[in-house]
């Protein structure tokens, strides 16, 4: 088994293998992702990507469907805020016809007319499944309106408007542009040696052109937004809230990163956290209820989430921001914090069990520009932290005074009690607006 | 001591590098190993035969409940504390119910195997079911079932599908259970079902990772060998009477487009059809060069997303196809489609290159599934609990690869017919889409 992060003009490289399955796996991360679409032509990246996709090198869509099809292939696209990925998982004996394939993606994407103008009447459907499910939907409406102005506040597939704007020469300048060797980190994981590995960054760039990596300049407000606001995206016959509390936070790899990470274990990262117990164990008013801050390259949010009966919507986003606002001012206790430390380190092992897991580990710090291995060693770094640092950290970095509020829900059943659940100015938008 | 306490039954591959063996304890419990050194983690599983299938009409639900009630208060163990010393490990866990089973899984430390298996023998034994913590949990389950069932409509439309396609066999009530049976569970019945159904006699544990085989035995033996079997029911067998005519039903929700569930009936997945129609889920809608999803998400438009499920299920059940309608689509306009290219299917077999096209991806997802330790113990365990016999794991894979491309026709000729399936549309409350048909 070996670890490597290769960091020579070009790509950077990783390589996990591990021969326990004859299956290999291999993750392209190409910089730019959902964040640097142009603003107006949001779901560019993902147009693109899919766009690249669907026809390269001799290979029509349904040829390279066919193709990877025959050899039991996998060969995805897709994005995230931070980059676009090109994923592929291949049996071992086929993983040179399926790397030609993924190499021909990457440097010989036909783009054709018709799969352009089919991929923008499809992607609306998209958006329409997005606004059927719930939780899908306060997702991509807390994204919106988090942190208004923030790059990561762009959806990566784009809203109906914006799609009428996404033409194809734009799709092609932008995989010109930031498909380079110097933009993208490879990973490769699974049944598979070293040298093999090498002959296939070779393969997998050699047809790239020669350009430097692209600049990143997004935008992230100086100012984050303050106060409190709720916004009740109103949706007919809900039984239940789809509740999301957050506010703009702070990059993975901050150097606060750590101590927020045993904050949000003790709010809402375990069965045993604080929302959970609150909320789930005490009073049953949601199957779940935690927090996540959002691990990106730039600041993105701390996120409250949970699906609270619709008769308890209203004391639930209360409570929350009850709960939160004596979190932030207090932080946990030091028995907490010794649980919390206890469970993160003694969870390292299951997130790097395997070639596949350390790979894609590896690719996301390297996507960050974190140094190779940042994730791994968190547990040094969460035992090097005392109580007070992650009090400390608290303070700093949660805002409950500037939470934004998102509930997914009938407006007729629910607007009264959480216009006084103490979220700040309630908005009441349709379902399907955006 | 307890080495002689055990019985080795089998043992077979469990992927690369690893044995899976099957252990008999004198009081019938079964315990599965596979060593596994690449992580220093265990899977820990305890599986139950019980499932919803156990379960009455008008107590439905009880089975998936005990998956919440189980990390509960203990004789030894007060309120919170299983949970509390996982998780202070690293370790997690949860559990699953479906219609043939329930099994509690322990993602460990491997130097906390020992504390998982006192925490699984302590609360197969000595549950405390009280009315406060029931009533918690039964709040629990209802909020789930909202979230996942009445504001879901894929959720909505599977339980419609089995509730429609059933009429006698217990795969017709959803796995949650009715939202008025989960409200009316009562105490003593949730005492009886524990009573009956959590004994070492029907229990497997399979533990997948980095651990010592004699240790483990040892371990095992100490904290179930006292612990007495059951007098368990004798397995009652419903025969579902056989589908002689379409059934269908619609109904209104706040969606977009319409959307469309069809189950065919479809035999028990140790039947030898099974394989052949796993085949033939693949080659309608398995992957992107499949014939459904060209058809009708490429070719027509006429579906944004198409899907096709074969349940894994101990007695016959449902081969699914699910559709999304694309805009300007209807459900009845895809239901034609559908109908042709199964009717193309049964007239002409496919192509060798296609059924060898499916059985590729079939080798690609057999490994899949087997790559960390938690996929390979469910794996085990399914097999093991549904199948009865952790073995069939590697005897699928090899079905799989006998299907020739005449027994493609002949299945889809026997069960993909009209008077063997069962249709759930749900269409957008306020219809202002054209119908282009």
């Known amino acids: 088994m070996s670890n490597d992060t290769l960091r020579t003009p070009g790509p950077t490289i990783v390589v996990e293998a591990s021969n326990d399955t004859p299956l290999v796996w291999f993750d392209i991360a190409i910089r730019g992702g959902a964040s640097a679409d142009p603003r107006g032509v949001e779901g560019l990246h993902r147009h693109a990507a899919l766009l690249a996709r669907r026809g390269a090198g001799r290979r029509d869509r349904a040829e390279l469907d066919e193709t990877l099809d025959n050899l039991g292939a996998a060969l995805d ?358 | 001591m307890s080495l002689l306490s055990w019985t080795l ?27 596994d050194r690449r992580a220093p983690i265990v899977a820990l599983q305890t599986w139950f035969r019980v499932g919803s299938r156990h379960e009455k009409p008008g107590a439905t639900g009880m089975a998936h409940l005990f998956e919440h009630l189980m990390f509960g208060q203990t004789e030894s163990l007060p309120p919170g504390e299983f949970d509390r010393l996982v998780e202070r490990t690293g370790g997690e866990s949860n559990a699953a119910t479906w219609v043939d089973w329930t099994y509690y899984r322990l993602s460990l430390p491997a130097r906390d195997l020992a504390l998982g298996i006192r925490l699984e023998a302590e609360r197969m034994q000595h549950l405390v079911l009280e009315s406060g913590p029931v009533e918690s949990e039964r ?64 229990a497997t544990i399979i533990c997948v990772g980095d651990f010592e085989e004699p240790a483990l035995l040892d371990l095992i033996a100490s904290h179930y060998g006292s612990i007495p079997p059951a007098q368990l029911p004798e397995p009652s067998q419903v025969h579902e009477p056989a589908q002689t005519r379409e059934r269908i039903v619609r109904a209104p929700k706040p969606i977009a487009t319409d959307r469309l569930l069809v189950g065919y009936k479809a035999p028990g997945q140790d039947e030898a059809d099974w394989a052949v129609l796993e085949i033939v889920a693949t080659l309608l809608a398995g992957c992107p060069s499949a014939r459904l999803y060209r058809r009708l998400v490429i070719a027509t438009e006429a579906a944004s997303s198409v899907d096709a499920q074969l349940t894994p299920f101990r007695d016959p059940s449902l081969l699914r196809l699910a559709v999304t309608a694309a805009r300007g689509h209807t459900a009845d306009e895809i239901l034609g489609v559908i109908d042709e290219e199964l009717a193309l299917m049964a007239e002409t077999p496919p192509s060798k290159a296609e059924v060898e096209k499916a059985k590729a991806i079939a080798e690609t997802d057999f490994w899949t599934s087997l790559v960390d330790v938690d996929g390979k113990a469910e794996a085990l365990g399914h097999y093991e609990i549904a199948l009865g016999d952790f073995r069939k794991v590697n005897t699928l894979a090899e079905r799989l690869a006998q299907v020739t491309a005449d027994d493609v026709a002949r299945v889809v000729r026997q069960y993909l017919v009209k008077d063997r399936r069962t249709i759930v549309i749900a269409e957008p409350e306020n219809d202002d889409t054209e119908d282009e048909s």
């Open chain 1, 77 to 434: 696209v897709g994005v995230s805020r931070d980059a676009v990925s090109v994923s592929g998982l291949a049996l071992s004996r086929h993983l040179d016809a399926v790397i030609d394939l993924a190499a021909d993606v990457l440097a010989e994407p036909r783009f054709s007319e018709e799969e352009h103008a089919r991929l923008l009447r499809e992607t609306p459907q998209v958006l329409d499944e997005i606004r059927d499910d719930d939780s899908a939907l306060a997702t991509r409406w807390f994204d919106w309106l988090c942190s208004p102005g923030h790059a990561y506040g762009r959806t990566s597939l784009g809203t109906e408007a914006s799609l009428t704007r996404i033409d194809r020469a734009s799709a092609v300048d932008l995989w010109r542009r930031e498909v380079v060797a110097d933009n993208m980190v490879i990973g490769l994981a699974g049944d598979i040696d070293e040298t093999t590995a090498a002959k296939i960054v070779t393969r997998l760039t050699e047809r790239l052109p020669a350009a430097g990596r692209a600049s990143l300049e997004l935008e992230v407000p100086a100012a984050p937004a303050r106060g409190r606001r709720t916004i009740l995206v109103d949706k007919p016959d809900r039984t239940q809230a789809q509740l999301r509390v957050g506010h703009l936070s702070v990059r993975y790899g901050d150097p606060d990163t750590a101590a927020l990470a045993i904050a949000e274990a003790v709010f809402g990262g375990m069965f045993s956290s604080r929302l959970m117990q609150e909320i789930r164990v005490k009073r049953g008013w949601s199957y779940g209820a935690g927090c996540a801050l959002r691990r990106s390259r730039l600041p993105h949010w701390f996120e409250i989430w949970m699906a609270a009966g619709i008769d308890v919507a209203g004391p639930a986003v209360a409570l929350s921001l009850e709960l939160f606002a004596e979190y932030a001012a207090k932080g946990p206790t030091d028995d907490e914090v010794d649980f919390a430390r206890s469970y993160l380190v003694g969870s390292m092992p299951f997130h790097v069990a395997t070639a596949r897991q350390r790979m894609q580990l590896a690719v996301r710090d390297a996507v960050f520009d974190l140094p190779p291995g940042y994730t791994a060693k968190l547990p040094e770094a969460f035992g090097a932290l005392a109580a007070s640092d992650v009090r400390a950290a608290c303070k700093r970095q949660l805002r409950p005074d500037d939470a934004v509020t998102v509930a997914v829900t009938t407006a007729e059943n629910a607007q009264v009690a959480l216009a006084a659940a103490g979220g700040g100015t309630l908005t009441v938008v349709d379902h399907d607006e955006y």
């Open chain 2, 9 to 35: 039954e089998a043992e077979a591959p469990a992927g690369r590098g690893t044995t899976a063996r099957r252990h008999r304890l004198s009081n019938g419990l079964v315990l599965i190993s596979a060593i």
């Open chain 2, 139 to 202: 709040d629990v389950v209802t909020n789930e079932r909202r979230e996942r069932v009445e504001d879901d409509v894929d959720g909505w439309l599977d339980e419609q599908l089995m509730a429609l396609a059933f009429t006698l066999h217990p795969y017709r009530w959803p796995t949650i259970g009715w939202m008025e049976d989960i409200r009316a569970l009562s105490l003593p019945d949730i005492r009886a079902f524990y009573r009956t159904w959590y004994a070492p006699n029907n």
